[in-house]
């Protein structure tokens, strides 16, 4: 089991850049955790809109079988000073967090920069540590492809949880959500995918432990996990 954090600066940033993944993620048995740092305050919509937004980041929470922490911060005030970066840590810490997922640092919205690079030093001592694309990410060389063809549909239904943002933006649309992934799919070489620039990939290639002789004869009985497909570039 893999224990797996995303950071994200507002609701529906993980989502966006990784909710698939997250959904492979729990299939296969992994805890999966998202920390969003910010309640997305400046985000589209009237009052009403901003207090809804975090009843819609648990729910699409649910969705993907993540746990929810929030960071706090107040969104297009985030810095990625040492207060910022104990947030991040305190994550890792309390869900000691082995596979990290946060924006790629090169992005035109400025608390997106900010929390990637936060999150760079407060994953400073782990050995998987991978960017994910947003709409406002400027430059992006994925090198990691994940294939999420059996989990595009559940990456929709998490983002339609944010109503109050999908429904006044172009970049979310499911028509735009669906062609990037058959873009990084066909990039990848399968069929819909999610793409990562990695900081760091450690690759664990050591063998699995053998079950106990009295569960191997009832393998065969037991549903088995989908597993996470993840290719190399």
Avoid at 79 to 88: F, G, M, Q, S, Y
Avoid at 116 to 121: G, K, M, Q, V
Avoid at 184 to 205: C, H, K, N, S
Wanted: net charge negative.
């Amino acid at each position: 089991m893999r224990r797996v954090l995303a950071v994200g600066a507002h609701p529906d940033d993980v989502e966006l850049g990784c909710g698939a993944t997250l959904l492979a993620h729990s299939a296969a048995g992994d805890a999966v955790t998202m920390l969003v740092m910010t309640g997305g305050e400046n985000g589209p919509g009237d009052d009403a809109a901003v207090v809804g937004r975090r009843a819609e980041q648990q729910e699409a929470a649910r969705t993907l079988g993540a746990r929810l922490m929030w960071g706090g911060l107040r969104d297009c005030t985030v810095t990625p000073d040492a207060a910022t970066v104990a947030i991040v840590e305190r994550a890792i810490e309390e869900t000691d967090a082995e596979v990290v997922y946060v924006h790629a640092p090169d992005d035109s919205h400025q608390d997106h920069r900010a929390v990637a690079a936060a999150t760079l030093s407060a994953a400073r001592r782990l050995s998987r540590v991978l960017h994910y694309q947003s709409p406002s990410t400027l430059t992006f060389s994925p090198t990691t492809f994940v294939d999420v063809t059996a989990f595009l549909s559940g990456k929709l239904a998490a983002l339609r949880a944010h109503a109050s943002q999908v429904e006044m933006s172009a970049m979310v649309e499911p028509d735009a959500v669906v062609a990037s992934a058959r873009h990084w799919g066909a990039q990848a070489r399968i069929g819909y995918a999610e793409a990562f620039a990695p900081t760091r990939m450690v690759i664990d290639l050591a063998p699995a432990p053998l079950p106990p002789v009295d569960e191997l004869s009832h393998a065969s009985r037991r549903p088995r996990s989908a597993p996470l497909s993840v290719a190399l570039y």
